[in-house]
């Protein structure tokens, strides 16, 4: 039986994920401002990089630091991580004052460096839970998304309270200080959560051979696939909401919302709130009750009426309904990712569970590119195509949700007979 975890190991946890999303939902709203006020190209190629380099970076990264955390421990990765966001977003202030795009994307980059430690806070909380307490473990991360996504636009908000003029640096200053707040908690009160018995597993950091043994496991393999379709659908929502939902100048259609600044960074907390309260609550409540293949199946099909909303909301331009369709999608949303992410780590040997789970958040981090580069172009050709593509996505990624639920089976050790 695995202990259960003290309440001060999971609060680092919950601060890691939090400080981690805080970040993307901080700049997510605020790209456009930096278009404006740090004279980045018209084309918005630079922007699309600016806010893709973070993902790739997650990208590269994630497996990087899961491996790591199998060798080492997940304490030191951890704060490694919560160290590297005390200095990259205390840069991101510094590039608001200096108007620097370039000290942008250093700090972005190192930002997203630095949070790809996600897999390791889930290797964590797999460390810590059994597989009955597995899903309300991976939701708790879960909340913190919500709640970094709740806060990071509200600290863009308060950058430009005025709805316009340049964004200042404290929402950068904010986050660094939160990462040492952090940081020192995890230095008094974090323990060790790997057990020395897994340590062996890991001895080598990139232990290709391993991880080729694992994704030859068909549940395993059909899981990633499945989080890649699934995230790939709702980037295409999220990396095109702003410019669907603000009035801006210059762009190839008319806003149905025409919100301002201070709007469109209210919504997004709204996204975050919605987020965390349906992760924190219904579905932590629900696990153990209801299995991770239902409550994902069930998230994909409320994601997929949620995208209809948004198209008959894009049609009708109802504020009223934008809401609904916003809120639909994000319990969706809420239902499917910590559900995924507890039944990769429930098939997965614990010894690998860092680099099986870094890998799924480089998984993640793809998709994401994929939908931040695709999600935009639809907007421009027509304002419905990215909900619409959504909706198909997310209807293959059902398919794929049923079907990895049915296969495979929870990992056990294979127990060799005494010769």
């Not at 404290?170 to 790997?194: D, I, M, N, Q, V």
């Not at 018995?197 to 030859?216: G, H, N, Q, T, Y």
């Not at 899981?223 to 100048?249: D, G, Q, R, Y």
Request: proline content about 5%.
């Amino acid at each position: 039986m695995t202990a259960s975890p003290r309440k001060s190991s999971l609060l680092v946890i919950f601060l890691t994920v939090f400080i981690d999303l805080l970040g993307f939902g901080m700049v997510l709203p605020l790209l456009p401002i930096y278009a404006e006020h740090f004279t980045v190209d018209e084309s918005g190629w630079l922007i699309g990089a600016l806010m893709a380099s973070f993902s790739l970076m997650q990208f590269l990264f994630s497996p990087v630091w899961g491996r790591w955390s199998d060798r080492i421990g997940r304490r030191p990765v951890l704060m490694i991580g919560l160290a590297g966001s005390v200095v990259f977003y205390t840069l991101f202030g510094i590039a608001t004052v200096e108007r620097s795009l370039w000290l942008l994307f250093i700090s972005r980059i190192g930002a997203g460096i630095a949070g790809a430690t996600i897999p390791t806070a889930q290797a964590y909380i797999a460390d810590c839970t059994t597989f009955d307490q597995r899903h309300k473990g991976m939701a708790l991360i879960g909340m913190a998304f919500g709640l970094g996504f709740t806060f990071g636009p509200l600290f863009g908000y308060l950058a430009v309270p005025s709805g316009q003029g340049d964004p200042g640096p404290w929402p950068g200053y904010a986050a660094g200080a939160l990462s040492a707040a952090a940081f020192l908690l995890a230095a008094f009160r974090l323990p060790e959560s790997l057990k020395p018995e897994s340590v062996p597993a890991a001895r080598r950091l990139f232990d290709f051979s391993s991880l080729r043994e694992s994704l030859a496991t068909p549940s395993i393999l059909a899981l990633l696939v499945t989080m890649f379709v699934c995230v790939f659908s709702f980037a295409n929502f999220e990396t095109t909401l702003s410019m669907l939902i603000k009035k801006e100048h210059g762009v190839q259609f008319a806003s149905p919302f025409g919100f301002d600044w201070r709007q469109v960074c209210l919504t997004y907390a709204f996204i975050g709130i919605t987020l965390a309260l349906v992760q924190g609550g219904l579905v932590r409540r629900m696990a153990g009750h209801v299995s991770e293949a239902n409550l994902s199946a069930v998230g994909a099909v409320v994601e997929m009426i949620g995208f209809g909303l948004m198209l008959q909301a894009i049609q009708s331009e109802s504020t009223g309904l934008l809401f609904t369709a916003l809120a639909t999608v994000v319990t969706g949303f809420a239902f499917l990712q910590p559900s995924l992410n507890s039944l990769l780590s429930r098939r997965s040997d614990p010894a690998k569970q860092g680099g099986i789970l870094g890998l799924a958040q480089s998984v993640n981090s793809l998709a994401r590119i994929v939908g931040a580069f695709l999600g935009i172009p639809l907007l421009k050709a027509q304002i419905g195509l990215p909900f619409l593509s959504a909706a198909g996505l997310m209807g293959v990624g059902l398919l794929l949700v049923l079907s990895a639920g049915r296969r495979g089976k929870d990992f056990a050790p294979i127990v060799r007979p005494q010769s």
